[in-house]
Nanobody, 123 residues
Framework: QVQLVESGGGLVQAGGSLRLSCAAS????????MGWFRQAPGTEREFVAA????????YYANSVKGRFTISRDNDKNMAYLQMISLKPEDTAVYHC????????????????WGQGTQVTVSS
C-alpha cells in the first residue's frame, strides 16, 4: 500500500512562492509516474503537472505553465512542486498522486492519492 503525505502549503500573497513536497512510503516509486492535482471548493479535481518515472517527460496544465515546476527525487521517494508568481486562482487543496504506470497524463491514470495540502493565495 502506498502512502503519500503532502506538505508545504500555506497562506501567501499574490506574487509569492511556495514549494510543496510529497513524501511517499510503502513502495519504491522509481518505476511510476507522479503528478500534482488541485481542487478548489465546489470544483472538480484538476490536473496541474505530471512527471514520468525517470523524469524525462514533464507536462503542465496551461494555467500553471511557466510558473510551476514539478520535480522528483527517486532516491528519497519524494516529489515536489515549486510554485512562483502565485495568483488567487491558484487557491486550492493540492494533492500528489502516483500513476499506475511510468507516466500519467490524466486523473484516471492515478491510483494512489495523498490527503492534500491547502494553498491559499490572497490578493
Amino acid at each position: 500500500q502506498v502512502q503519500l503525505v503532502e506538505s508545504g502549503g500555506g497562506l501567501v500573497q499574490a506574487g509569492g512562492s511556495l514549494r510543496l513536497s510529497c513524501a511517499a512510503s510503502g513502495r519504491n516509486l522509481s518505476s511510476y509516474g507522479m503528478g500534482w492535482f488541485r481542487q478548489a471548493p465546489g470544483t472538480e479535481r484538476e490536473f496541474v503537472a505530471a512527471i514520468s518515472a525517470r523524469g524525462s517527460i514533464i507536462y503542465y496544465a496551461n494555467s500553471v505553465k511557466g510558473r510551476f515546476t514539478i520535480s522528483r527525487d527517486n532516491d528519497k521517494n519524494m516529489a515536489y512542486l515549486q510554485m512562483i508568481s502565485l495568483k488567487p486562482e491558484d487557491t486550492a487543496v493540492y494533492h500528489c498522486a502516483v500513476a499506475r504506470t511510468m507516466y500519467g497524463g490524466k486523473l484516471t491514470d492515478y491510483n494512489y492519492w495523498g490527503q492534500g495540502t491547502q494553498v491559499t493565495v490572497s490578493s
